[in-house]
Structure formats: structure tokens, C-alpha cells
């Protein structure tokens, strides 16, 4: 039964969200981000209603497409597709609308007709199989152990505490806590045997109290239901011309067992209304960004970790230590890993040793055996993370095929072939902070692809995304204390900025945050803080991480640095956002000072040779661009507005665009057999030149 009251609610919340989006929202100013969590969580609190708001938001939907309102169809059309994972039942003809809706955005230019194809395909799902699209979230994000949906999912939070306070860390830390209390793999699993029973079933299913008779049961016993229950559902997903009636078939079974368990136990009166089965967040862990190669390390670990358990992580050490405990040596690169010995022989082809055979009489058993025996030399260790088994064994496990052997038969060796393997697990890694955040990512993700062009390990296994949190303390941006502070930086989160300009539904969802969280932080803590039902910080992670799969790509720039000390190597990094270059004080001459004895003292400016590529009217298209002192006065330098990495006494800046790893050593290898040194052949023609950072958002770039 539908409320007037609560669709009254519902119209002026969605239509605040639409005023929001055109900025004609000045009376509340500090609600900007919490409109749509506000909406979303009047459905956690009475999930009956999720069908009512699903109704409301396809008539604005309607109505945006007829008057040509495109701002709104990619914000309206992500509240939806949430508002129906919140929501069990959904009547069929809503989602006929909806899949209709979506195959006409198919006419539109991209972003549209990328989210319009993509929702298709997921009503399509959900309409064959209700319930699939909570099942596998649930199951991927938690990690939960089953032979039909192997797939697994986390959410790695970097901060890095040089840039945000420890009272910032600490309320992130909570709020992750918090939400971990009540999520635990065995309540997980409970709530997907909740929500299949209901969609599959209908009006066959007559356990009233289910939520009651599933907790009482013992951990081996839930784990074994939910396993019928995930290879019912997924044995239909994979064949959909197979008769539906064979999943209902498996789910009845399980009813039935479970009804005869509650008809043997003690009745419990059932509720009065369906409390709603949530969505339980994310598994997010967080992690403070000390370490150079930790990025690697967590993702590698993360490969080979097993199923997530009940267990809680002891994030609260890791920050009361404030510093990341190394729990493995260095990854060691492929060529540092191998030790060649020094030639001792002159090149002379007499000075050479003889063949066995030609061996003198002379000759003793003692010289004889020196030359068959090993020289010395020294093997090197792996660590751990170096190692092939420890890695091999990663793709062993659930849904992935066992790698090729080397046999032996009848006197032969045949080598089975490789069997391609499934990229089983999803890393989203999240950071939060200002742009010099964003440039430490592109320095671990530069690292990261170098690490793969000479030994692919995650690759084949993993799907790394990136999101990106801007948030900034007004004591972090400028520290008297800092050794080198740029001046008057007008845009700390200039790459946070130019996101919100591309997607609109990203400015008002996650740029909302960068002074938010910060204020949250401080503010005295409340038992309904720290509740399920109020973790901000939290859902809208998890809004963000789930449904921003459209990333914006940038590029990384790779900067070569000439000292003005000729006994200094040059230097060779990479900045994503922004290179800043100021002159270094003249110190003039005492005589030259005394004899002016003026106030204010003139010093020549410097001259500087800029050489570029090729100009077109009104600018400069360049793909290279060397900056040099012709007066040999020197300069320091700034990449991406950190003073941690500030280098002084330049004399000289090369700045090009950053090349992809596996494409440089591809060149490298191919340029030995051929005499063709501009041109790209062989496998490196199809390989991605450079190197580009992918940042998700909600639409990417929206023209």
C-alpha cells in the first residue's frame, strides 16, 4: 500500500537531488553530498518502500528524456540501479521500464550509451534470475568461499600520513570498524539465503521466521546452504535456455529443509514486518602509505590470501604504531636477481682452454677435475614474494586451472599446454588526500607496471581500478616548517577539481567530501556515530567504489634533471599533475653592493632556451620539452606540489611523456634484431605507448 505521505517525501528528496546537480541550491549549502545518501537510507530503513522510490525515479527519468534534460539521466539512472539492490521485490513492470529506458540511451553518444548497455545487460540478469545481482556482490566484496562464483573483491584504502592528520585516520579507521561488527562471512551468507528465498520462491515460500533459524544453525551448517543456494543460482545463470523450474527445483529442497528444521525447534513468533535484508559495505582495509613498494606487496598478498573470515583486522595497531611493519623482504627485479662472474680470459684465442679431448698427458686429475667442476659464485636468495611456487599456487585455487607440468614419458618430455587463467580477484584501491597523493599513485603505479613488464605475476590474475577521495586540511597545505613550500597554491586538489568539472554526479558525491571528512573528524564522538545506520564516510565509499566504474585516464609525464655539479648523476622521474621551477637567489658581490648603495637591489633576470616541437596557431603542440639556463643559473624544482620530492641546483629540465614498461622493453628487444629505430614492429606495435593513470569515476567524461 502505497503512502501519499512517504511519495511526497520521496518526490521533494529527488527533486533537491536534481536542483543539487544544477547548482540552485543555496539554502543548504552544507547538505551537498548527503542528499543521496540521505535518500538511499530511507530505504534501509523501511525496504518496502524501495519499489515506491523505483516508480518515482523512472517517471523523472521519463521526463528527462522527453525534455532533453541529459545532466540528469546519468545521476537519476545510478540512484535507480542502487535503489534496486536495496530492494528485494521489484515488480516485473518496473523493470520492463527500466530495461527499456536503458536500450534507448543505446542511441546516445558516449558516456550514455556505455551505462545504458551495461544496466541492460544487468536487468536482463536480474529479470532471468531475481537475485543474482545481490548474490554476487555479496559473494565477491566478502570474499565468501564457494565453488560456483569464485570471484573476489577488496577495497584497499591508501592514506599517506605526511599529508592527513592522525585524528583524520582515526575516525577513517573507525567508521571501517564499525561497519565490519555486523558483516561477518556467516551473517553474509545468511542475508544471500535470505534474498533468494523470497525473489525465487514467492508465494511458495512460507518460513516466516527464516532469519531466526538460520542464525541458530551452526557455521558448517549455513556454509553448506549457502553453497546450494549461490550453485542453484548460478547453474541457471550460465545456461539461460535451460528450463527455470530446475534452480526452483534446488531452492525448494533447501526450503524444505529448512521448514522441517523449524517445525522440529522450538516456534518463534514472527516479526510483524520484514526488517529488509541489507547490503552489507565493501571489505575495505586501510592502510597508512609509508612504504614505496607496499601498493605491490598488499595486492600480491591479496592474491594469495584465502577467503575472508569472521575475524576482525587489527587496524587499530597498525594505526596506534602510526608506521607500516614490513612483513616480507624487498622485492628483488628479475635482472638484479641474476650474478654473472668476471671474465678472466684475455679474449686470445690461444689463451683459451683446450677441449676435454685434447687434454695433454701432462696434465694431472687435479687439473682436470678444476675445469669440470662449478666456478665460484654467489645464489642469491628470493624473498618471499620473488618466489614461483609461492605464487604459482595463487592459481590453484577456485575456478582457476592448474598451470602446465613438465612430464616424462617413454624416454620423452612433453609440455602440456598452459591453460589461460581467470582473473579471479578485483582490487579497487582507493586514496584519499590532496594532488600529492595522486602523484605518489602514479609513482607506485609506474613501479607497479615496470614490476609486470619483466615478470607478469598480478596481471594475469587481477583487475587493479583506481579511485580517487580529494581531501584537504588547511594545516597540511603550506607547514611553516617545510623545507620548500610552493607559493600561493590556489588549487590543492587541482586533479579532484577538473573530475568534478568532467562528471557532475562525481562533484557531488565525492569532491563534497574534501572538507567534510576532515570536519567530521573533529567533531566529539556519540554512540550514534558510530552506528551502522550513520556511517557516511563509509557508504559513500562504498556507493563510489561500486558504481564509479568509468575511469578518465591521465597522462604521466617522465622529467630528466642536469645539475649544475657536474659530479652529479643526472636524475630521471615522473610527475602526473605538476612541475614547478623557481630561480635560486642571486648572492652578489660585496663591492658590487656597497658601490649602488641603493634600497632595493637590481639583479638580472635569467634567460632560458625552451625547445619544443611544432607550433599551430595560438599554441604549441609538443610531445618534448627541454627548459635550460643559458646563463648556467640554477633552479629547484617541484613535482606535483610535494616537498618530499623537491630537487635543487637544475640546471637543466627534459619533460616528455612517460612510456609505457611493457612497450620500452618490447622496443628494447626488437631493436636488437632490427635496423628500423622509429618505427614499432613486431609485438610492440599493438602495446600501449604510454603510460596513462586511470582514475574511476561515475560517467568518466561527459560532453
Known amino acids: 500500500m ?49 519499489a515506491l522510490l523505483i516508480k518515482i525515479l523512472v517517471k523523472e527519468l521519463e521526463r528527462a528524456e522527453r525534455c532533453n534534460y541529459r545532466q540528469y539521466i546519468i545521476p537519476l539512472l545510478h540512484t535507480l540501479m542502487y535503489t534496486l539492490l536495496k530492494t528485494s521485490c521489484v515488480p516485473d513492470d518496473l523493470y520492463e521500464r527500466v530495461y527499456d529506458f536503458c536500450k534507448k540511451l543505446l542511441t546516445l553518444p558516449k558516456p550514455y ?40 573483491e577488496k577495497v584497499f584504502m591508501f592514506v599517506d600520513p605526511y599529508l592527513l592528520s592522525e585524528a583524520v585516520c582515526r575516525a577513517l579507521v573507525a567508521e571501517i570498524k564499525a561497519a565490519q561488527k555486523s558483516q561477518c562471512a556467516t551473517s553474509c551468507m545468511v542475508y544471500v539465503i535470505e534474498r533468494a528465498f523470497p525473489v525465487l ?18 557455521p558448517d551448517v549455513t556454509e553448506h546452504c549457502f553453497q546450494q543456494v ?52 565493501p571489505n575495505i582495509s586501510f592502510h597508512l602509505w609509508t612504504d614505496e613498494d607496499q601498493l605491490w606487496k598488499e595486492l600480491v598478498l591479496f592474491i594469495r590470501s584465502p577467503s575472508q ?11 596506534d604504531s602510526f608506521e607500516f611493519q614490513d612483513v616480507m623482504t624487498d622485492y628483488e627485479c628479475c635482472e638484479q636477481s641474476r650474478f654473472s662472474i668476471l671474465s678472466t680470459d684475455s679474449g686470445i684465442e690461444r689463451d683459451l682452454p683446450m677441449p676435454c679431448d685434447e687434454v695433454p698427458p701432462s696434465c694431472s686429475a687435479e687439473t682436470e677435475r678444476s675445469r669440470l667442476q662449478r666456478k665460484g659464485c654467489m645464489k642469491k636468495r628470493g624473498s618471499t614474494l620473488d618466489s614461483i611456487a609461492f605464487l604459482q599456487s595463487s592459481s590453484n585455487g577456485q575456478g582457476s586451472k592448474s598451470a602446465g607440468k613438465l612430464q616424462r614419458k617413454s624416454g620423452g618430455s612433453i609440455m602440456e599446454p598452459m591453460a589461460p587463467m581467470k582473473r579471479l580477484h578485483t582490487a579497487r584501491v582507493l586514496v584519499l588526500g590532496d594532488d600529492r597523493v595522486l602523484g605518489r599513485l602514479a609513482q607506485a603505479y609506474y613501479s607497479l607496471r615496470k614490476r609486470e613488464s619483466r615478470r607478469t605475476i598480478l596481471t594475469p ?106 659530479a652529479v648523476e643526472p636524475v630521471e ?34 634567460d632560458f632556451t625552451f625547445v619544443y ?9 609538443t610531445r618534448h620539452i627541454n627548459i635550460k639556463s643559458t646563463e648556467q643559473r640554477s633552479f629547484t624544482v617541484c613535482l606535483d606540489k610535494d616537498s618530499r620530492r623537491v630537487y635543487k641546483n637544475v640546471i637543466s629540465v627534459e619533460v616528455f611523456p612517460c612510456l609505457e614498461p611493457s612497450y620500452c622493453l618490447q622496443k628494447t628487444r626488437t631493436r636488437r634484431n632490427s635496423f628500423q629505430e622509429e618505427e614499432d614492429v613486431g609485438l610492440a606495435k599493438y602495446l600501449p605507448k604510454s603510460l596513462l593513470l586511470p582514475i574511476n569515476t561515475f560517467a568518466g567524461i561527459i560532453q
Open 309 to 319: 573470515s569472521c575475524e576482525q583486522d587489527s587496524l587499530s595497531e597498525e594505526l
Open 461 to 566: 590474475r587481477l583487475k587493479v581500478q583506481f579511485y580517487y577521495v580529494p581531501i584537504v586540511e588547511e594545516q597540511f597545505i603550506s607547514c611553516p616548517t617545510e623545507e620548500y613550500a610552493l607559493p600561493d597554491q590556489t588549487e590543492p586538489c587541482e586533479l579532484g577539481a577538473y573530475l568534478g568539472r568532467a562528471d557532475p554526479w562525481y562533484e557531488s558525491n565525492i569532491n563534497t567530501l574534501c572538507h567534510m571528512i576532515p570536519k567530521l573528524a573533529t567533531m566529539p564522538s556519540s554512540p550514534s556515530k558510530t552506528a551502522v545506520s550513520d556511517l557516511f564516510i563509509v557508504d559513500v565509499i562504498a556507493y563510489y567504489v561500486r558504481l564509479g566504474l568509468h575511469p578518465i585516464f591521465f597522462q604521466v609525464y617522465a622529467v630528466k634533471l642536469l645539475f649544475s655539479n657536474a
Open 613 to 621: 616541437k611544432k607550433v599551430v596557431t595560438n599554441k604549441i603542440e
Open 201 to 218: 520462491l514467492k508465494e511458495h515460500h512460507r518460513i516466516r521466521n527464516l532469519h531466526a533459524i538460520l542464525k541458530a544453525m551452526p
Open 573 to 606: 622521474d615522473i610527475f602526473l599533475i605538476e612541475l614547478s621551477a623557481t630561480l635560486e637567489e642571486c648572492n652578489p658581490s660585496k663591492d658590487n653592493l656597497l658601490m649602488k648603495k641603493k634600497p632595493v637591489m637590481e639583479v638580472p633576470g635569467a
Open 230 to 281: 549461490v550453485a542453484a543460482i548460478e547453474h541457471a545463470g550460465r545456461d539461460m535456455n535451460a528450463e527455470y523450474s530446475q534452480c526452483i527445483e534446488e531452492l525448494e529442497k533447501i526450503h524444505s529443509t529448512l521448514q522441517s528444521t523449524s517445525e522440529k525447534g522450538v516456534e518463534q513468533p514472527a516479526a510483524e514486518g520484514s526488517p529488509g535484508i541489507p547490503l552489507p559495505n
Open 113 to 152: 550509451c556505455t551505462i545504458g548497455l551495461d544496466y541492460a545487460q544487468q536487468l536482463k540478469l536480474e529479470r532471468t534470475i531475481p537475485g543474482v545481482l545481490y548474490q554476487r556482490m555479496v559473494s565477491a566484496e566478502q570474499s565468501l568461499k564457494n565453488d560456483s562464483f569464485p570471484y573476489q
Open 2 to 50: 502505497e503512502s501519499p505521505e512517504v511519495e511526497s517525501d520521496f518526490l521533494r528528496s529527488v527533486h533537491a537531488l536534481l536542483r543539487e546537480l544544477d547548482g540552485h541550491h543555496p539554502a543548504f549549502q552544507s547538505e551537498r553530498g548527503m542528499l543521496r545518501w540521505t535518500l538511499h537510507k530511507k530505504i534501509d530503513r523501511n525496504p518496502s518502500n524501495g
